[in-house]
């Protein structure tokens, strides 16, 4: 699997499929962060998201682990442009399955239109090792596709999700093939969802956990 072939034109493929739709997803819940100190995002990609988070908070230090290192060059030079080439942010080569995270070291987990990229049998193991990176009270912001429950839009989502699988698995491999639903496995690591907001008539989602026991859904 690698993203290092589609990395170039992942911006211009977004903008045209869903305008500014994604990242004002990916964005959404920013301002209900509560400041992070150290924050772990998996597969940045492009740097859309990162440059939003130093603004928001350039005090944070980031580590950021990701797979392609096409995507790497291009978040390095976005955060450049933006004038955050001095932030705090650490970028890891590595692939995520097999990247031993610190333990209880960041207060702020990112995952956003990545665990998209996983099978269930990957994920059952991916998703407790990020979760033990995560510090006790620590914040999770999570971005995604879902398929809507019923009627239309559960047509509609299903041809949509079906097709964007079709393209990614032949252009980079991926080994997912149908989106997984991760709210049980971030429940089990002891999460609760915070907040949600949604996009695209619910095609994407944002969704806040918190690591706390005591938060209202
Ligand atoms: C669908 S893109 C999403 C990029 C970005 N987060 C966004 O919101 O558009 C998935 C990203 O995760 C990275 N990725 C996929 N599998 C990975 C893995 N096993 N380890 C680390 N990064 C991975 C890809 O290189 C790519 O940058």
Known sequence: MSFDLLAPHYRWMEALCAAGQLQRCRTALLAELAAPQ???VYGEGNGRFLVELLRRFPAAQVTVVEASAVMIELARARLRRAGLAHSHVEFIHADALTWPPPASAYDLI???FFLDCFREDQLQHLLPTI?????????????????APAGLRRVCSRVIVGILYAFFRRVTRLPAHELVNVAPYLTTAGFTRRARREFVLGLVFCDLWMGSRDCVS
């Open 131 to 147: 979760a033990s990176a995560a510090a006790a009270d620590a914040q999770w912001l999570h971005a995604d596709f879902q398929i």
């Open 110 to 112: 990112v995952t956003c």
């Open 38 to 40: 150290r924050v772990l």
